[in-house]
């Protein structure tokens, strides 16, 4: 259990869920593996006991935990169940996805009209070439942030705000990453940091429709690349094949 850590307070339950989930993917917890018993697991977790049932009754319901005797043991895989994991989680990249462009890209053509010199400098400073995966998601969305109030539209500051967390939700699927290789993580994040130049080059020198363009590429990059890794650890052996139904009930 080294690798489970304390949630914060505004996660709970589900901060529970997605640490043991995100086990469960990357194969750190196999059918038969045997959970703590619920003292242990709010000790483990820092919470209190009413979060940790509330999170094994979630993960009991969609027949990833099974009770037997006074244990709690992994279950097999079964299709119905990751299924509608998978296909939920899908369904909300898109969706959070399909937002940020309809803000975002606007935002950014308003950040090339209207950044100021300290504005491109607050921007820079998310500019941090990284291959940690936890500095590399704190830039981005500092990066993003940024170029928000730069765009001096103090409405859609106040709702990007009010939205924020539910749009960069999305950071915690990059769990997925660990399945990847050394050298494709690392591409991934090249890209991620060589667009973000490309965005605040078009930001500095107030070239609107570069600016525009730059962030709709870099957003369809992200979103082709997060779903295109969710597709993939469809593809294998929980679902056997069932991915091209998935892709069809999310659109």
């Not at 043991?20 to 000790?43: A, H, Q, S, W, Y």
């Not at 898109?94 to 950044?115: D, S, V, Y």
């Not at 709709?216 to 069932?242: C, F, Q, T």
Request: hydrophobic share 35%; charged share 30%.
């Amino acid at each position: 259990m080294e690798d489970l850590r304390p949630i914060s307070k505004n996660s709970i339950s589900d901060g529970i869920v997605e640490q043991i989930m995100e086990g469960i993917r990357t194969g750190r917890f196999k059918p038969g593996d045997r959970l703590p018993c619920e003292r242990e697991l709010v000790k483990v977790f820092g919470v209190g006991r009413g979060a940790v049932r509330e999170a094994l009754k979630i993960l009991e319901a969609m027949c990833f935990i099974l009770r037997k005797h006074n244990s709690i043991i992994f279950s097999e895989p079964t299709g119905n169940g990751y299924f509608t994991v998978w296909l939920g989680m899908r369904a909300e990249v898109q969706e959070a996805f399909e937002t940020r462009k309809i803000m975002e890209i606007e935002l950014a053509g308003l950040a090339a009209e209207r950044a100021t010199a300290e504005d491109i400098k607050e921007i820079s400073k998310s500019l941090v070439e990284s291959y940690d995966l936890r500095q590399v998601t704190a830039c981005d969305i500092s990066f993003h942030q940024s170029l928000v109030k730069s765009a001096k539209n103090r409405v859609f500051s106040k709702v990007y705000k009010m939205i924020g967390e539910a749009l960069f939700e999305t950071h915690k699927y990059h769990s997925l990453l660990a399945g990847q290789s050394d050298g494709e993580r690392d591409e991934i994040m090249r890209k991620t940091f060589r667009s973000h130049q490309k965005i605040l080059k078009a930001i500095a020198l107030h070239d609107v429709r570069g600016a525009k363009k730059a962030m709709k590429e870099h957003l369809d990059y992200a979103e082709r690349n997060l779903l295109g890794r969710m597709r993939g650890d469809l593809s294998g052996s929980i679902l056997d094949g069932s991915v091209e139904s998935g892709k069809n009930r999310t659109r």
